[in-house]
């Protein structure tokens, strides 16, 4: 199977902070792999890299053997990739399906349209992506009133909306009851199975990620520190010492 | 402003060149002190304060009178300088305690206008006081002579005044650094809620911020007045030279007010050093103001957060979430067609005034809804929306000047003139976003201000161009009027299907999340650019139009005045209607007309009436009624 992401050798500093040294990892068609680890461990900064809101120091992250590092965000949309924040992005002057139809305007590069009706372009499309998502009942309802596992779907129908190859998913669970967290991500993984997409997502709920990942990717300081499928990861001894905490941890903490 | 040089009756050149540098220098500590006493307001309070300026006018006429009022002598005078600049500082209080505490959770915008509505108070009050006649400073005792340095003499005033800003400098960072309310207030232009969680008043620390602001302004105010005059144009006068000096120096940084003001000085300088040369045939030394706002242009393109100032955390909006943009209800629809059919009726009710009024209103309601679309749409506040208006206006001028146009012809260089200035300044400022975007806006007004005062020979400088009429066909004052009708409606209902659009969805996509917009493919930057030529354009019409009206276009078209007019109308409205422009062009350009046909102090009612309105109505007239009458599911 051919690998949709390949990241190889990426680091980032901050000042003499090395936030994420020298990571490498691969992705193929249809696969969820988590990426997990404590606090600090620089999974938002090598999610940011990955979204082109930061610019890698080095490595290369080739996504179908293209090299999108340092590309703007909005370019790495158009070649597929779509995302979902921690902290839900929406239009909040914007109904639901409106919201939904802004992604498909750009993605059928229709921006620079002056005179088109907006609100009547590609309401089909619209409204079949928020009923994959179960959000058709609340279509025309303006996103900024929405409940916050309401919002956290309609971005994940504006994240299909340009048919990714991958999604990236910042904390996809962040900030929701437990019940919703457990539905959505069934729907998630149902839908990227169906579709065969692509998913690279960070959680802190490892019910969440035991569940649904097909491989995960402990990172801590900046560094690798296991991959395997959810069982390997869940025997590793490195990794029940870093979540759990041992004496060792600290020994060694000034590398 | 500046003098014409005398550099070519035979003094050494480096010695003149010294001696304008001092000067340049000595004229940098009032601007210096004005500016910081505006950046440590913003720093504290997120308040751009557009009423600085009227306190470091008050600063300069209350000096006057206290030191007439002691009789002068060395203890007169310092005594005067210093009343002045405490009594600066009390009127800032009041109108912080009066006014700003209770808009400190507006958005900023209306923080803003309540500012300009103090200036136009202040203006008045300042007239009713001390006359409309500039009264001729008193010199400094003890300070009187000058130095020789070779040929060239230095007034002891000036060196005084160079020594001064170190020295507040210095003064200020020992406040700052060794007093319990200098680290307050430091830590409260870090993080503001941090300091109120820690149980530090703020009420009064915020009263106290605008007290030091306040008086330092008053203080550059007094200091100046050796050099120069108390009158009552100090205000906006200055204003735009301390917008440039606090953005340039970094939001909030006083080190770099000071460095900034230095750098403008040398600008200064350097303009009146090279006098001799020219650039478009306009001379180097009356392009000075242009130079300045160039570097400005330059410096916060490669420093968008100003010298010594901090980067800007991205925010994605200013003010509160934006209620959804609906579709008019019917209702507004048969009221808009109602009104329609009597603006078709006018002409057969309504006298010749009237109608030139409401001719006016027509224009200005159609430059109004081109900041809408800006600012309510787009998401991007401009404080010289007036350029655009005015190019428009000389680009019309211009053809029927120079080669003799005719209307119908010159009506399309308006549109033209209007979007070619946007799409050059814009591409500057949509680098920058907030409040610094919005000084910039006001910088290139400023540019385009000058070009037009000073390049005589063209643009006929103060007088402007006179003489541009309309066609016979539309001579009279009802055929015109149905012109400037049909222009302007087919322009709204354009502005309105585009803000219906799928780039005016992006546009407002790029302002409800810029984050989410980069996200899904929308380059935010390139959509607000575009914007802004199209808003260029749209007033670039309303200017055109206006030059045929009053037959003829001045600098004044371009200044501060009518962009902040602008502003009101849109605020007025309400940002985040459609129709709110309109409504608030209607009720502010009959406002005007009203007060200025009843009294000479119409200033300070339209002053009164602004910030009673921004205090009563921080959602604008036609937001109350909409959110009153029409409310359905918008708000959470």
Same mark, same amino acid.
């Given at each position: 199977?051919?690998?949709v992401?390949?990241?190889?050798?990426?680091?980032?500093?901050?000042?003499?902070?090395?936030?994420?040294?020298?990571?490498?990892?691969?992705l193929a068609a249809g696969e969820l792999l988590a990426?997990?680890?404590?606090?600090?461990?620089?999974?938002?900064?090598?999610?940011?890299?990955?979204?082109?809101?930061?610019?890698?120091?080095?490595?290369?992250?080739?996504?179908?053997?293209?090299?999108?590092?340092?590309?703007?965000?909005?370019?790495?949309?158009?070649?597929?990739?779509g995302r979902t924040?921690?902290?839900?992005?929406?239009?909040?002057?914007?109904?639901?399906?409106?919201?939904v139809?802004?992604?498909?305007?750009?993605?059928?590069?229709?921006?620079?349209?002056?005179?088109?009706?907006?609100?009547?372009?590609?309401?089909?499309?619209?409204m079949a992506l928020l009923t994959l998502v179960g959000m058709e009942a609340?279509?025309?309802?303006?996103?900024?009133?929405?409940?916050?596992g309401d919002?956290k779907r309609v971005e994940l129908a504006v994240a299909l909306a340009n048919n990714p190859k991958l999604l990236l998913m910042?904390e996809p669970t962040?900030?929701m009851?437990p019940r919703e967290r457990i539905a959505l991500m069934e729907l998630t993984a149902r839908i990227v199975k169906e579709r065969g997409i692509s998913v690279l997502f960070?959680e802190?709920d490892?019910d969440v990620v035991f569940a649904h990942a097909d491989r995960?990717?402990?990172?801590?300081?900046?560094?690798?520190?296991?991959?395997?499928?959810p069982?390997?990861?869940?025997?590793?001894?490195?990794?029940?010492?870093?979540?759990?905490?041992?004496?060792?941890?600290?020994?060694?903490?000034?590398? | 402003?500046?003098?014409?040089?005398?550099?070519?009756?035979?003094?050494?050149?480096?010695?003149?060149?010294?001696?304008?540098?001092?000067?340049?220098?000595?004229?940098?500590?009032?601007?210096?002190?004005?500016?910081?006493?505006?950046?440590?307001?913003?720093?504290?309070?997120?308040?751009?304060?557009?009423?600085?300026?009227?306190?470091?006018?008050?600063?300069?006429?209350?000096?006057?009178?206290?030191?007439?009022?002691?009789?002068?002598?060395?203890?007169?005078?310092?005594?005067?300088?210093?009343?002045?600049?405490?009594?600066?500082?009390?009127?800032?209080?009041?109108?912080?305690?009066?006014?700003?505490?209770?808009?400190?959770?507006?958005?900023?915008?209306?923080?803003?206008?309540?500012?300009?509505?103090?200036? !136009?108070?202040?203006?008045?009050?300042?007239?009713?006081?001390?006359?409309?006649?500039?009264?001729?400073?008193?010199?400094?005792?003890?300070?009187?002579?000058?130095?020789?340095?070779?040929?060239?003499?230095?007034?002891?005033?000036?060196?005084?005044?160079?020594?001064?800003?170190?020295?507040?400098?210095?003064?200020?960072?020992?406040?700052?650094?060794?007093?319990?309310?200098?680290?307050?207030?430091?830590?409260?232009?870090?993080?503001?809620?941090?300091?109120?969680?820690?149980?530090?008043?703020?009420?009064?620390?915020?009263?106290?911020?605008?007290?030091?602001?306040?008086?330092?302004?008053?203080?550059?105010?007094?200091?100046?007045?050796?050099?120069?005059?108390?009158?009552?144009?100090?205000?906006?006068?200055?204003?735009?030279?301390?917008?440039?000096?606090?953005?340039?120096?970094?939001?909030?940084?006083?080190?770099?007010?000071?460095?900034?003001?230095?750098?403008?000085?040398?600008?200064?300088?350097?303009?009146?050093?090279?006098?001799?040369?020219? !650039?478009?045939?306009?001379?180097?030394?009356?392009?000075?103001?242009?130079?300045?706002?160039?570097?400005?242009?330059?410096?916060?393109?490669?420093?968008?957060?100003?010298?010594?100032?901090?980067?800007?955390?991205?925010?994605?909006?200013?003010?509160?979430?934006?209620?959804?943009?609906?579709?008019?209800?019917?209702?507004?629809?048969?009221?808009?067609?109602?009104?329609?059919?009597?603006?078709?009726?006018?002409?057969?009710?309504?006298?010749?005034?009237?109608?030139?009024?409401?001719?006016?209103?027509?224009?200005?309601?159609?430059?109004?809804?081109?900041?809408?679309?800006?600012?309510?749409?787009?998401?991007?506040?401009?404080?010289?929306?007036?350029?655009?208006?005015?190019?428009?206006?000389?680009?019309?001028?211009?053809?029927?000047?120079?080669?003799?146009?005719?209307?119908?012809?010159?009506?399309?260089?308006?549109?033209?003139?209007?979007?070619?200035?946007?799409?050059?300044?814009?591409?500057?400022?949509?680098?920058?976003?907030?409040?610094?975007?919005?000084? !910039?806006?006001?910088?290139?007004?400023?540019?385009?201000?000058?070009?037009?005062?000073?390049?005589?020979?063209?643009?006929?400088?103060?007088?402007?161009?006179?003489?541009?009429?309309?066609?016979?066909?539309?001579?009279?004052?009802?055929?015109?009027?149905?012109?400037?009708?049909?222009?302007?409606?087919?322009?709204?209902?354009?502005?309105?299907?585009?803000?219906?659009?799928?780039?005016?969805?992006?546009?407002?996509?790029?302002?409800?999340?810029?984050?989410?917009?980069?996200?899904?493919?929308?380059?935010?930057?390139?959509?607000?650019?575009?914007?802004?030529?199209?808003?260029?354009?749209?007033?670039?019409?309303?200017?055109?139009?206006?030059?045929?009206?009053?037959?003829?276009?001045?600098?004044?078209?371009?200044?501060?005045?009518?962009?902040?007019?602008?502003?009101?109308?849109?605020?007025?409205?309400?940002?985040?209607?459609?129709?709110?422009?309109?409504?608030?062009?209607?009720?502010?350009?009959?406002?005007?007309?009203?007060?200025?046909?009843?009294?000479?102090?119409?200033?300070?009612?339209?002053? !009164?009436?602004?910030?009673?309105?921004?205090?009563?109505?921080?959602?604008?007239?036609?937001?109350?009624?909409?959110?009153?009458?029409?409310?359905?599911?918008?708000?959470?």
């Amino acid at each position: 199977m051919s690998a949709v992401l390949e990241v190889a050798g990426l680091s980032k500093s901050f000042g003499g902070v090395k936030a994420v040294s020298d990571v490498s990892f691969s992705l193929a068609a249809g696969e969820l792999l988590a990426l997990i680890g404590p606090n600090g461990a620089g999974k938002t900064t090598c999610f940011n890299m990955l979204m082109g809101q930061l610019r890698p120091d080095t490595g290369t992250i080739k996504l179908a053997g293209r090299d999108i590092a340092g590309l703007a965000p909005r370019r790495i949309w158009r070649l597929g990739v779509g995302r979902t924040f921690q902290i839900t992005a929406t239009f909040a002057s914007m109904s639901v399906r409106e919201n939904v139809q802004m992604a498909l305007l750009s993605h059928h590069r229709r921006l620079l349209s002056l005179f088109a009706d907006a609100g009547s372009q590609y309401i089909d499309d619209a409204m079949a992506l928020l009923t994959l998502v179960g959000m058709e009942a609340q279509a025309e309802r303006p996103c900024g009133v929405l409940a916050y596992g309401d919002l956290k779907r309609v971005e994940l129908a504006v994240a299909l909306a340009n048919n990714p190859k991958l999604l990236l998913m910042d904390e996809p669970t962040a900030g929701m009851a437990p019940r919703e967290r457990i539905a959505l991500m069934e729907l998630t993984a149902r839908i990227v199975k169906e579709r065969g997409i692509s998913v690279l997502f960070t959680e802190h709920d490892m019910d969440v990620v035991f569940a649904h990942a097909d491989r995960i990717f402990v990172l801590n300081r900046g560094r690798l520190l296991a991959e395997g499928t959810p069982q390997q990861v869940r025997d590793n001894a490195l990794v029940q010492e870093t979540y759990l905490g041992s004496g060792a941890m600290f020994a060694d903490g000034g590398q | 402003m500046t003098a014409a040089p005398t550099a070519d009756n035979g003094t050494p050149p480096l010695e003149f060149f010294l001696s304008q540098l001092l000067t340049g220098l000595a004229s940098a500590s009032a601007l210096f002190l004005v500016a910081c006493g505006l950046t440590i307001i913003f720093g504290v309070t997120r308040i751009v304060n557009f009423a600085h300026g009227s306190f470091y006018m008050l600063g300069a006429y209350i000096a006057y009178s206290a030191i007439t009022a002691l009789g002068g002598g060395f203890f007169g005078f310092w005594g005067g300088v210093i009343l002045a600049a405490l009594a600066a500082g009390l009127i800032g209080v009041a109108m912080e305690m009066t006014i700003l505490r209770r808009i400190y959770h507006a958005p900023e915008l209306f923080q803003l206008l309540a500012t300009f509505g103090v200036v !136009l108070i202040v203006q008045d009050v300042a007239l009713y006081l001390w006359g409309p006649e500039d009264l001729l400073g008193p010199r400094a005792p003890g300070l009187t002579g000058a130095v020789a340095m070779g040929s060239q003499r230095i007034p002891e005033y000036d060196i005084f005044l160079i020594l001064f800003a170190p020295l507040v400098l210095g003064v200020l960072w020992l406040l700052f650094h060794r007093t319990r309310f200098g680290i307050l207030v430091r830590a409260a232009t870090q993080d503001r809620q941090m300091v109120a969680a820690l149980g530090v008043n703020q009420k009064w620390l915020l009263t106290g911020v605008f007290f030091l602001g306040a008086a330092l302004a008053g203080l550059g105010g007094a200091i100046q007045l050796p050099k120069g005059n108390a009158g009552l144009t100090m205000d906006l006068g200055i204003i735009a030279e301390v917008f440039v000096v606090t953005v340039v120096g970094g939001m909030g940084s006083i080190l770099g007010a000071y460095l900034a003001a230095l750098l403008i000085a040398l600008i200064r300088v350097f303009a009146v050093a090279n006098a001799g040369s020219s !650039l478009l045939g306009i001379q180097l030394w009356q392009v000075e103001l242009v130079l300045i706002f160039a570097v400005m242009a330059v410096v916060l393109v490669v420093r968008p957060w100003g010298l010594l100032g901090k980067r800007e955390t991205l925010t994605g909006h200013h003010g509160a979430v934006e209620p959804p943009l609906l579709a008019a209800p019917a209702a507004l629809k048969w009221f808009a067609l109602a009104v329609l059919a009597l603006l078709v009726a006018l002409p057969g009710m309504a006298g010749t005034y009237s109608l030139v009024i409401a001719t006016e209103i027509l224009i200005f309601a159609l430059f109004a809804a081109s900041l809408h679309f800006l600012m309510g749409v787009g998401g991007v506040i401009s404080f010289g929306h007036a350029a655009y208006f005015g190019l428009g206006a000389y680009g019309a001028a211009l053809m029927v000047k120079h080669f003799a146009w005719p209307m119908e012809a010159a009506l399309f260089a308006a549109p033209l003139g209007g979007a070619l200035g946007a799409l050059i300044f814009g591409w500057f400022c949509v680098r920058l976003s907030g409040v610094y975007l919005a000084m !910039l806006t006001l910088a290139f007004a400023q540019i385009a201000w000058a070009v037009a005062f000073q390049w005589i020979d063209v643009t006929g400088g103060d007088n402007g161009i006179l003489g541009i009429w309309p066609s016979s066909w539309a001579a009279t004052t009802p055929a015109f009027y149905g012109l400037v009708l049909v222009v302007v409606i087919v322009m709204l209902l354009a502005i309105r299907r585009i803000a219906f659009s799928p780039f005016g969805y992006a546009l407002r996509a790029g302002r409800d999340s810029p984050l989410r917009a980069d996200a899904i493919g929308i380059d935010v930057r390139r959509m607000r650019w575009f914007a802004f030529t199209l808003a260029g354009l749209f007033a670039g019409v309303a200017g055109g139009l206006f030059a045929f009206l009053k037959g003829s276009v001045s600098p004044d078209l371009m200044g501060i005045p009518l962009s902040v007019d602008a502003l009101v109308m849109v605020l007025l409205g309400g940002v985040q209607t459609l129709a709110g422009p309109l409504v608030g062009a209607v009720t502010f350009t009959a406002l005007k007309t009203e007060l200025v046909s009843l009294t000479n102090y119409w200033r300070l009612l339209l002053g !009164l009436v602004i910030v009673g309105l921004v205090i009563a109505f921080p959602q604008g007239i036609a937001g109350f009624v909409r959110d009153r009458f029409m409310a359905k599911e918008t708000r959470a």
